[in-house]
């Protein structure tokens, strides 16, 4: 009996732990396609008009079953937010930003002057054969572009609800982005 009492008493508080455990986890898929989307309009990637409606198969209802149970008596994410889509003005302002010191700065990328570096930001790769004034002008659209990618990271993470302490991965996922799009002469 006191076996039976302890076990009893046991799976109540597990069933109690079970529902009040919270998992906050970083929404990477959320961040991966906000990224993958910025990068192809700043590269001007044609992107689809929409996608195909998600059709869900109903046939398996035992299935069904087991995921209402697990939403009643499972452990529940807390996510950052909800969002559909990662936009508000500044984020759509510093994409535009971007894209017009891309515009500018494709010159210098096919000429070898400017690179993607491994953390996704621009640096200057080889001035020679360029006018005093041109390197000038490339250093500008350098800062300000890294300065735009900086601020874009921190209003993602921002219109995300993540954490300021978690930029490091917003910026490491548009990284993979810039670079995995880019042609492998503008890497560095």
């Not at 799976?11 to 990477?28: E, K, Q, R």
């Not at 080889?126 to 300000?144: F, H, I, M, P, Y």
Request: charge should be neutral; aromatic fraction near 8%; proline fraction near 4%.
């Amino acid at each position: 009996m006191r076996i039976f009492r302890n076990a009893m008493v046991f799976t109540t508080l597990f069933a109690v732990a079970a529902c009040v455990t919270v998992n906050i986890y970083f929404p990477t898929q959320k961040v991966d396609q906000a990224a993958e989307k910025i990068v192809d309009q700043v590269y001007g990637i044609e992107q689809p008009d929409s996608e195909a409606p998600e059709t869900k198969d109903d046939s398996s209802s035992l299935s069904r079953m087991f995921e209402v149970v697990a939403d009643c008596f499972g452990p529940t994410a807390a996510y950052a937010q909800d969002a559909t889509t990662v936009s508000n003005p500044a984020i759509r302002e510093l994409k535009n930003q971007i894209a017009a010191n891309h515009q500018q700065l494709k010159p210098y990328y096919d000429a070898g002057a400017v690179k993607i570096g491994t953390d996704g930001m621009l640096t200057i790769a080889n001035t020679s054969g360029l006018s005093v004034a041109q390197q000038a002008e490339l250093k500008r659209l350098v800062r300000a572009d890294n300065s735009a990618r900086n601020s874009l990271y921190s209003e993602v993470a921002k219109a995300l609800g993540i954490a300021q302490s978690e930029v490091g991965k917003v910026k490491d996922i548009f990284a993979k982005h810039w670079r995995d799009k880019a042609p492998a002469a503008w890497l560095q």
